[in-house]
């Protein structure tokens, strides 16, 4: 039974960045080069970044990507890497626009490729066939789908090359894989990072195994992209449903796995498969690997590490040299700040403290206490005396006096932000965007909004969670006690709380599961036992509030279902149920 070293690179890249990108992939060629390699695979669009959204629309983009890939296979044959095979993920195009029966939009004019390199050319290309059009994904509506399987022979091993989706859609190229007696599977993905996930991205990585009899290499791309996460995750499972290998979550790495593969049989390439013969690599350390298999964290360790990139990558792919966030004393706030301080470290995290005078003094001593906690830059900027000209020459009360707050507010913060170039956080959390629970151009105002998809009870979960971790680490917790115990509340009257006028949270969490990760209409959330009254305010205030959830922040995704790409309502709207 012949041996393949097997080469995954699990890269970090910046959507546009192709040179910058193409020098990762060298990185990871010449060590796994270095390391006895006989093929390396990049996950989706390694070259590219990921996605690349209506980019794969312009013709000059696609074609500067084309040029890169060719550039790249040069480069590798310069550097004395030519006889390994690189296989790079990317657009190609542009190509004249088609329609394949239902598989695409007519307007397409790019392909989701993965393209292999050796000797300093490219010598195969296979096209992503099915194109996801749920959830995040648009793919349908900017490339043509392919239609050839593509196998490598290489090292006496059939290697079968899909991409992302092809993998998670039953026949198509997951059907041809068995016709064409492949040993092995490599599967370049760009797979969101979601709650749970591995839960179903796993037993699918296993199922395939089994069911094509193959060895299955599954490569992630990581980092943050705008509102998305990868998180990496990159596996090797064998046809018995074993893991041989697995890089960490949430970090580059090049996972490289000795994988025994069935030899390559004398048989013709069935039809819709694309064979091409590969010399072997030159390069021959066979020293034994080190076992290589990374574990997960929990749960709420994953999700505050999911948060913690897509803040980073963020502000970091962005050019943005720090951040400023208010600092309430209140506990979403504190979440926020202490995963900023993860994300960029407390020099770069700048909190203001804005008082009012219905400002708590436990508020203001809870503020306080994290930015000592955490080391950040801290500063108190009392509101009254610039809440006070406006309120009294408008004549201001009740609801409007309390907004006035958050609005003045918001302008200290962008202020701040024009003056030493800031990124403002925006610190809501999922529940008060989906009830609209905040006030637009006041406490909504900022570029990124950290918390976005973290309903109110996982953002308590998640700070007991934190404070636990840096105890086991011997540090110390970074979010008051005071903040996570108090009752919520704005502080914008006096004796205020969030429960004036909201349901408790373990009840309005849950009706907000139903409507909107469960798709349950109202008399569906009823039948489950919830007082119909509840229910129907709880959902007229997420069905008015959507005008301002599109004026609202990105924030990292981190469940099946979050407010942007993945819920897409319109904003006039009359419900009926």
Request: aromatic share 6%.
């Amino acid at each position: 039974m012949p041996r393949l070293r097997v080469a995954l690179a699990q890269t970090n890249p910046v959507v546009g960045d192709l040179s910058g990108n193409a020098r990762r992939i060298l990185d990871a060629t010449v060590a796994a080069h270095a390391a006895g390699a006989d093929l390396l695979v990049t996950g989706e669009m390694a070259l590219s970044g990921y996605p690349i959204e209506d980019l794969a629309s312009r013709p000059s983009f696609l074609a500067a990507s084309r040029r890169a890939v060719e550039e790249l296979a040069r480069e590798l044959d310069a550097r004395g890497l030519g006889s390994l095979a690189v296989i790079v993920g990317h657009p190609d195009g542009p190509f004249e626009p088609r329609a394949l029966g239902s598989s695409n939009a007519p307007t397409a004019i790019a392909q989701n490729c993965a393209s292999v390199l050796q000797g300093g050319t490219v010598v195969a290309r296979y096209a992503k066939h099915h194109l996801p059009n749920y959830s995040v994904f648009d793919e349908y509506r900017v490339f043509i789908p392919g239609d050839e399987l593509l196998v490598l022979r290489i090292g006496g091993v059939d290697a079968a090359v899909i991409v992302c989706e092809d993998l998670w859609r039953d026949g198509g190229p997951v059907g041809r894989v068995l016709e064409s007696d492949a040993g092995v599977l490599l599967v370049l993905n760009a797979s969101p990072f979601e709650r749970d996930k591995d839960e179903v991205r796993l037993p699918l990585v296993t199922r395939r195994a089994t069911e094509t009899d193959t060895i299955v290499a599954y490569v992630n791309i990581v980092g943050g992209q705008d509102d998305l996460v990868f998180d990496g995750d990159s596996v090797v499972v064998d046809g018995s449903g074993r893991i041989l290998a697995r890089a960490p979550q949430f970090d580059e790495h090049l996972l490289i796995v000795d994988v025994d593969a069935d030899e390559a049989g004398d048989h013709p390439a069935p039809a819709g498969v694309h064979r091409v013969e590969l010399p072997a690599s030159e390069s021959r350390d066979r020293s034994p690997l080190p076992t290589d298999i990374a574990t997960l964290p929990d749960d709420r360790e994953q999700l505050w590490n999911a948060l913690v990139t897509g803040l980073r990558d963020y502000v970091d792919k962005n050019g943005f040299r720090s951040v400023t966030l208010g600092l309430s004393g209140g506990i979403d706030s504190a979440v926020c700040a202490a995963i900023a301080v993860d994300a960029l470290g407390p020099d770069r995290v700048y909190g203001v403290s804005m008082p009012s005078k219905y400002s708590s003094e436990h508020s203001r001593s809870d503020a306080d206490l994290l930015a000592a906690a955490t080391g950040i830059h801290y500063s108190v900027e009392p509101i009254a005396d610039l809440v006070h000209p406006v309120e009294s020459q408008l004549a201001l009360d009740g609801v409007a006096a309390e907004n006035l707050q958050a609005r003045i507010r918001g302008v200290i913060l962008m202020g701040l932000s024009n003056m030493h170039g800031h990124l403002v956080l925006t610190t809501g959390n999922k529940t008060e965007l989906a009830v609209g629970y905040s006030t637009i151009y006041g406490d909504s105002v900022g570029g990124f909004a950290p918390i976005k998809d973290v309903p109110k009870l996982l953002v308590w979960e998640l700070a007991r969670w934190r404070n636990d971790h840096a105890r086991t680490r011997g540090e110390t917790p970074p979010i008051p006690v005071g903040s996570i115990e108090k009752p919520p509340s704005a502080e914008l009257r006096p004796d205020q709380t969030d429960q004036d006028s909201l349901p408790p949270y373990e009840l309005l969490d849950a009706i907000l599961e139903h409507y909107i990760s469960q798709l349950l209409g109202k008399d569906d959330i009823v039948a489950l036992g919830y007082d119909r009254e509840t229910v129907e305010f709880v959902t007229g205030l997420v069905d008015r509030a959507e005008w301002k959830r599109r004026q609202g922040a990105i924030g990292p995704k981190i469940s099946a279902i979050a407010f942007g790409r993945d819920r897409r309502l319109p904003i006039t709207y009359r419900p009926t149920d």
